[in-house]
C-alpha cells in the first residue's frame, strides 16, 4: 500500500483575497458552483480533516520570496510580475497560510521559490524521509502549483491524485479541461468528499 501525503498548496491569504475578488468563487464558475472563498475552504479543511483522522500527513506548500528579491530573475516574467506586484513576499500577513485552513503541530510547511511544489525546495527530501510515494494535491491555482507539481511529480514516478474541487483556477475553462480531460489521462482525480469516504477508516 501506498504512503500518501495531502499537499495543501498556495492556500495563501493574498491568494485567496485575489481569487476572491477575480469571481473565480462564483455561484456558477464550476460545475456545481464553486460559492464563496468560505465554500471551497470548507471543502478543503474537510479533506484536510480527513487526512489527518485516517493517519494521512498534511504538508502545506507555499511560495515565499526573500524581501530583497535574492531568486528573481527578470527573465521569469511570471515570478517578476508577482514580486513588483508585493506578492508572496516572506514576512508579509498575506503570505500567511489562510486561517480557515491553517496547520497544526505535526504537519509540515515547505517554501518554494517558483511554480512547482518541488522547485527550490526541500519537497523531495521530506518525502523520502518519510518514505512518501503517493501524494494528493490540492490548492490555487489549477493551471499554476497542481499543474506544474504534477509535471514534476509524474517526473519522480509518484503515485498521484487530485482533487478537483480543492483546487480553484482564475479561469474555469482551464480549470475544467485540466481536472476533466487532461489529469483523468495521468491519475484519479475525485472530489474532496469522494476522497475523505474511501481513506475513512
Not at 527530501?125 to 490540492?138: H, K, M
Not at 483523468?184 to 469522494?194: S, Y
Amino acid at each position: 500500500m501506498a504512503n500518501r501525503a495531502l499537499l495543501v498548496m498556495d492556500v495563501q491569504r493574498d491568494v485567496v483575497d485575489i481569487a476572491h475578488g477575480r469571481g473565480a468563487f462564483a455561484v456558477g464558475a464550476y460545475d456545481g458552483g464553486a460559492g464563496d472563498s468560505s465554500e471551497y475552504l470548507s471543502r478543503l479543511g474537510k479533506a484536510i480533516d480527513g487526512a489527518r483522522a485516517a493517519g494521512i500527513p498534511v504538508i502545506y506548500v507555499v511560495m515565499g520570496l526573500r524581501a530583497d528579491k535574492a531568486e528573481v530573475s527578470p527573465r521569469n516574467k511570471i515570478v517578476t510580475t508577482v514580486a513588483q506586484a508585493g506578492l508572496f513576499t516572506e514576512g508579509n500577513p498575506g503570505n500567511e497560510i489562510h486561517p480557515d485552513v491553517a496547520p497544526q503541530e505535526g504537519d509540515v510547511v515547505v517554501t518554494k521559490r517558483r511554480g512547482s511544489a518541488f522547485s527550490g525546495s526541500d519537497l523531495d527530501l521530506v518525502l523520502r524521509a518519510r518514505d512518501i510515494d503517493s501524494l494528493v494535491l490540492t490548492g490555487i491555482a489549477t493551471s499554476g502549483v497542481v499543474l506544474h507539481t504534477v509535471c514534476g511529480a509524474n517526473d519522480l514516478d509518484l503515485d498521484l491524485t487530485v482533487l478537483a474541487d480543492a483546487c480553484l483556477d482564475l479561469d474555469p475553462e482551464v480549470h475544467r479541461f485540466l481536472t476533466e480531460k487532461l489529469f483523468p489521462q495521468w491519475f484519479d482525480v475525485l472530489t474532496a468528499e469522494e476522497w475523505v469516504t474511501k481513506i475513512a477508516p
